[in-house]
T-cell receptor, first 110, second 114 residues
């Protein structure tokens, strides 16, 4: 039931792009994305509520493909501040629990 | 608002002792969540409350764990008796309206049971 995130880790140079995927074996109601820096609390990025919906904030955006039961997080022109572990959380329905993926560790090098 | 406030930030205790973790959610938030994070198991939702009422505690690992929310501004997570495998970072989070809104996390309590 836990969503599968890929890749597990990625190392980039500043300015490069990255894609993080989150896949579920069950139909999804919504997908939540958070970033956590080492030793800190997770911080909200975005929630995708509808199939096919894309949301974005500056150079971080995400898509939600309801049919494929997956979501992708896009980081363009990555900055050093993007480093951290990215988690997706999936909700199967309004009365279900939020289940978290294992996380994708992103390392940005100057 | 100061955000979600957790105490203590660090707790070291001996196996068998009772441990109480505390959380003050953001004022006006209707939902409160308790999470546990470990390297092995990742981020796990233990229990969540809506308007002070426990809604889903299926993530609570054992009867040794209990959580209460006596009022809208305070919640506790208690482990009695504690065991070394309970060592983890425990996060409290709150959100405004539902499971489908942004959750604000506290800074966490790092619990070490020796």
């Amino acid at each position: 039931q836990q969503p599968v995130q890929s890749p597990q880790a990625v190392i980039l140079r500043e300015g490069e792009d990255a894609v993080i995927n989150c896949s579920s074996s069950k139909a999804l109601y919504s997908v939540h994305w958070y970033r956590q820096k080492h030793g800190e609390a997770p911080v909200f990025l975005m929630i995708l509520l509808k199939g096919g919906e894309q949301k974005g904030h500056e150079k971080i955006s995400a898509s939600f493909n309801e049919k494929k039961q997956q979501s992708s997080l896009y980081l363009t022109a990555s900055q050093l501040s993007y480093s951290g572990t990215y988690f997706c959380g999936t909700l199967l329905g309004s009365n279900y629990q939020l289940i978290w993926g294992a996380g994708t560790k992103l390392i940005i090098k100057p | 608002d100061a955000g979600v406030i957790q105490s203590p930030r660090h707790e070291v205790t001996e196996m068998g002792q009772e441990v109480t973790l505390r959380c003050k959610p953001i004022s006006g938030h209707d939902y409160l969540f308790w999470y546990r994070q470990t390297m092995m198991r990742g981020l796990e939702l233990l229990i969540y409350f809506n308007n002070n009422v426990p809604i889903d505690d299926s993530g609570m690992p054992e009867d040794r764990f209990s959580a209460k929310m006596p009022n809208a501004s305070f919640s506790t997570l208690k482990i009695q008796p504690s065991e070394p495998r309970d060592s983890a970072v425990y996060f409290c989070a709150s959100s405004l309206e539902s499971l489908n809104t942004e959750a604000f996390f506290g800074q966490g309590t790092r619990l070490t049971v020796v």
